[in-house]
């Protein structure tokens, strides 16, 4: 019998033959509803976490079908299927149905903040969370776990910390948008329209200003060596 990694594969590759052992694990390792995939010349494979193994298989074969745009490149590209769009749909609803648990006090002043003065207090609070000390990612939202996740590096900066939590803030209300080639697109011309709204349009200077100054005095280098030693795999799912 075909795993659902093959199913996957077949429904969106017809006619054509994977010549990699398809495989499909599920791991604890993850947080909620995160999957990657690696790969050699010989095999490829699929980890989800483990909440994955109680949606349904259709949804399962969207995910891997989608990992699986981004790794064969030099397949002719093919047509979404329906299966994409079931998992597309899966993954914006799963956030918004989780109250939030985690929500650190700092960030929940900064987010009532923003709120009030971005969205008439009518956004809905997703968990809050201090990520690493990160001067690459300074924010994400994680649409399954409906997490708004800040890097340390921006909490002694309160206009930063508001702008970086208004962006994260806005892709929980956009969301994202899947082309016909399965490219998802985070920043639309709306969104963008949107963030241009924030009150202060020298923030952007601001930014990378501090950031600088930060990186000078912080041991940034080895962090970034540390960083890039990571194992090669495809992920950053549902982050924007
Ligand atoms: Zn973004």
Redesign the pocket.
């Known amino acids: 019998m075909r795993n659902i990694a093959q199913l996957a594969f077949y429904e969106l590759y017809p006619g054509e033959r994977s010549t990699r052992e398809l495989k499909v694990k599920f791991s604890r390792a993850f947080k909620s509803y995160n999957a990657n995939v690696k790969y050699t010349r010989d095999w490829m494979e699929f980890k989800l976490s483990y909440e994955w193994k109680s949606v349904s298989d259709e949804i399962k074969i969207g995910l891997i079908q989608s990992l699986m745009l981004k790794v064969f490149r030099d397949l002719p590209r093919p047509e979404r299927t329906i299966n994409m769009d079931l998992y597309d749909h899966f993954v914006k609803g799963i956030g918004e149905y989780r109250p939030a648990t985690r929500v650190d006090p700092v960030l929940d002043e900064c987010f009532e903040r923003v709120n009030k003065k971005y969205f008439g207090g009518f956004m809905e609070k997703p968990n809050l969370v201090w990520g690493l000390e990160s001067f690459f990612k300074l924010g994400t939202y994680t649409y399954a776990s409906n997490t708004i996740t800040i890097s340390k590096v921006l909490e002694d900066d309160e206009l930063l910390l508001d702008y970086v939590m208004y962006?994260e803030m806005l892709?929980k209300k956009h969301k994202y948008y899947t082309n016909k080639a399965g490219q998802s697109r985070?920043?639309t011309a709306a969104f963008r329209k949107d963030e241009d709204a924030f009150e202060d349009p020298d923030v952007e200077e601001k930014l990378s200003r501090y950031l600088r100054r930060k990186r000078w005095s912080a041991k940034a280098p080895e962090r970034e060596r540390s960083r890039k030693k990571k194992v090669k795999s495809l992920f950053d799912w549902f982050f924007?």
């Open positions: 962006h892709h985070h920043h924007g």
